[in-house]
């Protein structure tokens, strides 16, 4: 069905002013059937606009069956599209378009987070409004955030996404469709920390060394994190982030940054459970993994190698859209009463 001609209204307005028909096609430069069935239109329906029930009768977009589509969601969010249009024999194309555009419903993927209590979402919101207060003065950009993380040498794939092309199975089984993983795998423990404008080098901890109290004042932070904040800002303040990990928020620890850095979060100000507002949980950390373990390692040492050379990879412009994110975030928890934001 040809769509109707952008040049219609202005057509008909020249017309009902009385300008004749040739005059109109010279003025807008249309052709003269464009003209004529315009204005011919127009004396019929008294209207510009297209006929009611203009073009072909649908025939599976149906009322009926949006309305099945419907139901079956409702017993059933987590049905796959695919499996209803298999199940009620429609095109899967056909059946996105009921769901997407008649029902206006969304995929969202399903994902895993911890349980938040009353009172923990209450601390969320509590402290969320605060912080965001902080960052209207640009307090955000001179932040560092930190964290650890643990890495594996084995790949990482998404079974949904990971597919191999092939003949057969058994030709798909020699290129690869069989990822092997061990139960325990070697695996080596980081610290890392980002502001808008840099990182720290990355910190390896030692193979069976237990991140206590101790640990985290002699090798994070006295080691590590301030000698490269001090040579970073140069004299400039900063404020230093950490989560609430029982070696961050212990009494020694909390004493330390108070008595040896610029300004700190403390334990008491920062929102509990809320890995989806610290930039290394929310973007960092899923960057460099989705890199680094595209791919197995043969050892430890080459697991290292590959950690290091991603994460000196990352783009200044990188770093300071996810910074930029932290008040966007903010805002989001906010909203939500301290809930857990939306996430496609």
Same mark, same amino acid.
């Given at each position: ?12 307005? %020249? ?33 510009? %606009?297209?006929? &009611? ?53 969304? &995929?969202?993927?399903?994902?895993? !987070? ?5 009172? +923990? ?58 990822i092997h993983q061990a139960s325990h ?9 980002? &502001? !808008? ?5 990355? %910190? ?32 400039r303040r900063w404020v230093f982030q ?16 108070? +008595? ?69 975030? %903010? ?14």
């Open positions: 069905m040809a769509p109707p001609s952008p040049h219609r209204s202005s057509i008909l307005n %020249l017309f009902k002013a009385g300008v004749p028909p040739v005059d109109i096609i010279k003025r807008l430069g249309v052709p003269s059937r464009t003209v004529y069935d315009s204005i011919s239109r127009f004396k019929k329906l008294g209207t510009f %606009l297209d006929r &009611c029930g203009r073009g072909r009768k649908p025939t599976v977009v149906t009322p009926d069956r949006i309305k099945a589509v419907k139901e079956r969601i409702r017993r059933n969010p987590h049905r796959s599209i695919r499996k209803m249009a298999k199940g009620m024999k429609i095109r899967s194309r056909s059946m996105g378009r009921i769901v997407k555009d008649k029902l206006k419903l969304t &995929c969202y993927r399903v994902r895993k !987070a911890a349980i938040l209590s009353e009172a +923990t979402t209450k601390k969320r919101l509590e402290r969320s409004k605060k912080l965001l207060q902080r960052t209207r003065n640009g307090e955000h950009l001179v932040t560092v955030f930190s964290d650890e993380k643990l890495f594996t040498v084995q790949a990482e794939f998404n079974p949904q996404n990971h597919r191999v092309l092939a003949e057969t199975s058994e030709e798909a089984f020699a290129n690869g469709r069989t795998p070697a695996s080596v423990m980081v610290f890392g920390a980002v &502001c !808008a404008d840099g990182k720290s080098p990355l %910190l390896f901890v030692d193979q069976g060394v237990k991140i206590n109290k101790e640990v985290y004042i002699s090798q994070i932070l006295e080691k590590t994190l301030l000698p490269w904040a001090q040579k970073h800002f140069n004299g950490q989560d609430g990990a029982p070696a961050h928020t212990a009494k020694l620890s909390q004493q330390w940054c108070e +008595t040896h850095l610029p300004a700190f979060i403390p334990k008491d100000e920062w929102p509990p459970s809320s890995p989806d507002l610290n930039p290394l949980d929310y973007s960092i950390w899923g960057v460099l993994q989705n890199k680094v373990n595209a791919n197995p390692h043969s050892s430890i040492e080459a697991l290292k190698k590959t950690l290091v050379k991603e994460w000196d990879a990352l783009s200044p412009d990188y770093l300071r859209a996810t910074i930029d994110a932290y008040p966007r975030r %903010l805002r989001a928890v906010i909203e939500k009463r301290g809930g857990r934001m939306e996430q496609d």
